[in-house]
């Protein structure tokens, strides 16, 4: 069965430090994989997404995520994080081939300290 | 504005008792998604329906019913059978198998 693995639960960073949130997936097939964002008291958005092509993708807000299919990860990545990064980070994975079924990570939590 | 409305915000169920969340969307998708989520444990897929009069249960269906008998509805009732309903429930959809999804606001359930 797919699944799919955020081994950070729970980050603290101080503005202006780098970010990486660890991503893998369990899918020997074809992937559609997705970072998605929860801040606080908002709905969940689409912060970046990765169908095919190049596997360094670029998203809102500064974010980029690089899809090695060698490692099955997608990790998540920001040079210099804000405090209004504060927010819960989702990992999902879509079989690309005639699922409509995601499979969402537990989510990282992230708390950036001003 | 285009969008996905869960309605209730805050819904509080009794012993026994049946409750409904609504989710509307007028962004004219196919696909329609429930999930639970729970602090810790991410989105869990309850029930998923790709096109009207047809659903697909999910990882925890057990004690969740849905019904779609239009494309811009998909309430999810839970029912008594459910015996650890509280969490926050998130509606989603999507246009068609390979898009990105789209989240309502959510609906938080309590047990009284």
């Known amino acids: 069965a797919q699944s799919v693995s955020q081994h950070n639960h729970h980050v603290i960073l101080s503005e202006a430090a780098s970010l990486e949130l660890g991503c893998n997936y369990s899918y020997g097939g074809t992937v559609n994989l997705f970072w998605y964002v929860q801040y606080p008291g908002q709905h969940l958005q689409l912060l970046l997404k990765?169908?095919?092509?190049?596997?360094l993708v670029k998203g809102i807000k500064g974010f980029e995520a690089e899809f090695i299919k060698s490692k099955f990860s997608f990790n998540l990545r920001k040079p210099s994080v804000q405090w209004s990064d504060t927010a819960e980070y989702f990992c999902a994975v879509k079989s690309g081939s005639g699922t409509y079924k995601y499979i969402f990570g537990t989510g990282t939590r992230l708390k950036v300290l001003a | 504005d285009g969008g996905i409305t869960q309605s209730p915000k805050y819904l509080f169920r009794k012993e026994g008792q049946n409750v409904t969340l609504s989710c509307e969307q007028n962004l004219n998708h196919d696909a329609m998604y429930w999930y639970r989520q729970d602090p810790g444990q991410g989105l869990r897929l309850i029930y998923y329906?790709?096109?009207?009069?047809?659903?697909q249960k999910g990882d925890i269906a057990e004690g969740y019913s849905v019904s779609r008998e239009k494309k811009e509805s998909f309430p999810l009732t839970v029912t008594s059978a459910q015996k650890n309903p509280t969490a926050f429930y998130l509606c989603?959809?999507?246009?068609?198998?390979?898009?990105?999804?789209?989240f309502g606001a959510g609906t938080r359930l309590s047990v009284l």
């Open positions: 329906s790709q096109i009207v009069n047809d659903f």
């Open positions: 989603a959809s999507t246009l068609g198998g390979l898009n990105i999804q789209y």
């Open positions: 990765y169908f095919s092509g190049d596997p």
